[in-house]
């Protein structure tokens, strides 16, 4: 049972014991009146019984008057009184009819009345008509009936008094146990709603306290959340840090090959060009006939080289980029990559395909090389189209090959971890795209690959430091 | 007359072979003029009225081509010839656009300087592209190279 059903149920029960209580309250009143009604019903048959007593000795004096003085007046008065004994009888009658025994006592006097009148009718006539009456028989005799008739209404009496005793102390029972009942139940009444005062404090007592504690624990929780949020903002803070290093070290490292390739083209292959023209010129001059071989073996090692040379530093850095920008420097690439790979390319550039800037530009370019590298490494492809384009203030650059695509192992749900598969190349052009504001999609399928580079044309001041 | 030559490039080593070549030439030239960046080129032919400038591409301040360009939108007949370490095919039409009147590499000095001056000077053009592509496929073709491996898929 819940605490509430508990609660509710003691509620229940005190006022059930107040409802006991109040009709045995009602009760022990109703009790109490039957009682004084026993009382006064008492009082009446006693009346009662005085009144035929009264009567009967009126009766009897005024019969014994018109006995002794023969006067007119003793004999109305005597017929007067007995003319009241029949209502008193029934009414002594009609009080005590629902007692047997009371109806037989009066059944008796009534007996009594009866000879005693018939007596006191026969005296009557006998000195009505003269004949002599012996008074001192006559008053015998009605010392024995009036004796008879008092042990009569006593026995009425007594027995009246005896029922009295009864009924009083059967409804003074009934009484007391109603007065007990109500007592009772009114204590138990008071105790139940004690239990259920006390009931409700603790409940009360235990909400607050909950309250407290849930209070308490909001605060905590909020008190969280702000740590969290600062770590967020912290998270978000190192993050963004993390993308500026990133981009850093990007530039740095273009910057690097930048200066490397320059330095390969610039100083060394100067170098190999003059040592080139000198050979050509001793080539040319008829002293050096004998050595002709040899100068044309120099001359062929010379030319190697500055073509090594040249690939590696073009590899690093596309120097023409700078100068000439995409338009120029991509069909260059192309051509060399369709004769070290055998993949056959070609190009399609919108025709006002304009400069970008230096980040994007080298952006672009990058990632033309990253897929052109993945193009003859996996796809098995035996061409690759290459197109720039301009749309709605984007730069476009798609790779397109026929290749068997980029397979299970390597392909994942999301491009972060596809990129990450394919290894840094693409994850770093992935990201330098991102800084540039533009982003880097890769569609496959066992038809091709198609990578595609989108880039706004203008971008943010802060993007556009560029390498220098 | 003797036709007056400027030589613009930032490597020492190139200037003294073309002046090795202008000398072991033959002709009536004189180099009057060596710039070392494309701004002192473009003054400079604004100041001496050079009859051809030689333009290397890779310079500091002004590159070949923008020079070309420069040089090009000013009041003067100075040929213009870019003598460029790259070999592209697009660079030739990149350098005509520039208002270059020739294109030479040189991995072909030798071979083309002296005959791209000539014909220059004669109100001629020299845009030797595309480069003897036989010969130079052939010779990519072979791998002998150690670079050429680690960097042929790059």
Redesign the interface.
């Known amino acids: 049972m819940t605490p509430q059903e508990r609660a509710s149920r003691i509620f229940q029960f005190a006022m059930a014991l107040l409802c006991v209580s109040a009709i045995a309250s009602y009760l022990s009143f109703s009790y109490f009146r039957v009682g004084e009604q026993w009382v006064s019903h008492t009082q009446e048959v006693r009346a009662a019984v005085g009144d035929l007593e009264y009567a009967v000795n009126a009766a009897a004096r005024a019969r014994m008057g018109y006995l002794t003085s023969g006067a007119e007046s003793d004999l109305a008065e005597f017929n007067g009184a007995v003319a009241r004994i029949p209502a008193k009888v029934l009414h002594l009658r009609e009080l005590t009819s629902d007692n047997p025994v009371q109806v037989n006592n009066c059944t008796q006097l009534e007996t009594l009345l009866a000879t005693r009148q018939q007596g006191w009718n026969q005296e009557i006539q006998q000195r009505r008509t003269g004949t002599t009456i012996n008074l001192t028989d006559v008053l015998q005799q009605n010392v024995r009936l009036a004796a008879d008739f008092a042990v009569g209404t006593e026995a009425i009496r007594s027995e009246e008094h005896r029922l009295l005793e009864i009924r009083t102390r059967s409804a003074h029972r009934r009484f007391l146990t109603a007065i007990a009942a109500v007592g009772g139940s009114f204590v138990l009444a008071l105790l139940l709603l004690y239990f259920h005062f006390l009931m409700l404090t603790r409940e009360l007592k235990g909400r607050t306290e909950a309250q407290q504690a849930l209070r308490k624990s909001n605060e905590e929780l909020a008190g969280e959340v702000v740590e969290r949020r600062a770590a967020e903002k912290k998270l978000a803070v190192s993050e963004a840090s993390l993308r500026e290093l990133s981009l850093h070290l990007l530039r740095t490292q273009e910057e690097e090959r930048k200066r490397i390739g320059?330095e390969l083209?610039?100083?060394l292959?100067?170098?190999l060009?003059?040592l080139?023209?000198?050979l050509?010129?001793l080539?040319?001059s008829p002293d050096v006939a004998a050595n002709r071989d040899q100068i044309a073996q120099c001359v062929h090692l010379a030319?190697?080289s500055?073509?090594?040379m040249?690939?590696?530093s073009y590899?690093l850095y596309p120097?023409?980029l700078?100068?000439?920008g995409l338009k120029?420097a991509i069909?260059?690439y192309l051509?060399g990559f369709s004769?070290?790979?055998n993949v056959q390319t070609r190009f399609e550039i919108d025709s006002q395909f304009g400069r970008l800037s230096r980040d994007v530009e080298l952006a672009l370019f990058r990632v033309l090389?990253e897929s052109l590298?993945n193009v003859?490494?996996h796809s098995g492809s035996p061409t690759a189209n290459v197109r720039l384009s301009l749309k709605n203030g984007n730069a476009v650059l798609e790779v397109a090959d026929q290749g068997r695509g980029i397979t299970e192992k390597s392909s994942a749900h999301a491009d972060g971890e596809w990129h990450t598969s394919l290894g840094v190349g693409v994850r770093g052009m992935n990201e330098r795209m991102r800084q540039l504001g533009g982003k880097l999609e890769i569609a496959s399928s066992p038809k091709g690959t198609v990578v595609t580079a989108v880039v706004p044309t203008k971008q943010a001041p802060m993007a556009a430091g560029g390498i220098n | 007359m003797a036709k007056r030559i400027l030589i613009a490039d930032?490597?020492e080593?190139?200037l003294?072979?073309i002046r090795?070549?202008v000398g072991?030439s033959g002709r009536p030239w004189v180099i009057c003029g060596e710039a070392r960046n494309g701004e002192d080129a473009v003054a400079m032919v604004k100041s001496m009225q050079p009859d051809i400038v030689i333009l290397d591409?890779?310079m500091p301040n002004l590159?070949g081509?923008?020079a070309a360009k420069e040089i090009s939108g000013m009041r003067t007949d100075c040929r213009i010839l870019i003598f460029t370490?790259?070999?592209?095919?697009?660079?030739g039409?990149?350098a005509r656009e520039s208002g270059a009147h020739g294109l030479i590499v040189?991995?072909q000095?030798?071979?083309d300087l002296i005959r791209a001056v000539d014909a220059l000077l004669t109100g001629g053009t020299f845009f030797n592209f595309p480069l003897d592509e036989k010969k130079t496929?052939e010779?990519?073709?072979k791998p002998?190279?150690?670079?050429?491996r680690r960097?042929?898929?790059?």
């Open positions: 320059r083209h610039d100083s292959g100067q170098y060009a003059m080139k023209l000198n050509d010129l080539d040319g030319e190697e500055m073509r090594e040249r690939t590696i590899l120097p023409m700078e100068e000439v120029s069909p260059w051509e004769t070290r790979s090389q590298t003859h490494r | 930032d490597h080593i190139v003294e072979g090795n070549l072991r591409i890779t590159n081509l923008e370490m790259h070999e592209s095919n697009r660079l039409i990149e040189k991995a000095a030798a071979r496929h010779a990519e073709r002998t190279g150690l670079f050429r960097f042929a898929f790059a």
